[in-house]
Nanobody, 115 residues
Framework: QVQLVESGGGLVQAGGSLRLSCAAS????????MGWYRQAPGKQRELVAG???????NYADSVKGRFTMSRDNAKNTVYLQMNSLKPEDTAVYYC?????????WGQGTQVTVSS
């Protein structure tokens, strides 16, 4: 069992930055593929960024060059650095952990970008 707790969301003006954190409890964190997803009102949840156990990252086209995902296995934490934020980045951001058939979600953190 893995518990995920996100933090770092908030209200920011367009062009600003935020850093989200996701702290994980439980064992074998370094083995998990971690992801950040987001869900805007009336839209489906979408993958924003992912990072494998080996540190390989992938990003949605809409955030490439603006967002950076990283992980610190010593702290059981993943981060999402979000720069040059746009109003369309407004959503609830969720942390996800996957390993084999295991799939865990955090409770989400709200990010609101004002124009």
């Amino acid at each position: 069992q893995v518990q995920l707790v996100e933090s770092g969301g908030g209200l920011v003006q367009a062009g600003g930055s935020l850093r989200l954190s996701c702290a994980a409890s439980g064992s074998s964190f370094s083995s998990y593929t971690m992801g950040w997803y987001r869900q805007a009102p009336g839209k489906q949840r979408e993958l924003v960024a992912g990072i494998t156990s080996g540190g390989y990252t992938n990003y949605a086209d809409s955030v490439k060059g603006r967002f950076t995902m990283s992980r610190d296995n010593a702290k059981n934490t993943v981060y999402l650095q979000m720069n040059s934020l746009k109003p369309e980045d407004t959503a609830v951001y969720y942390c996800n952990a996957k390993l084999f058939t295991f799939n865990f979600w955090g409770q989400g953190t709200q990010v609101t970008v004002s124009s």
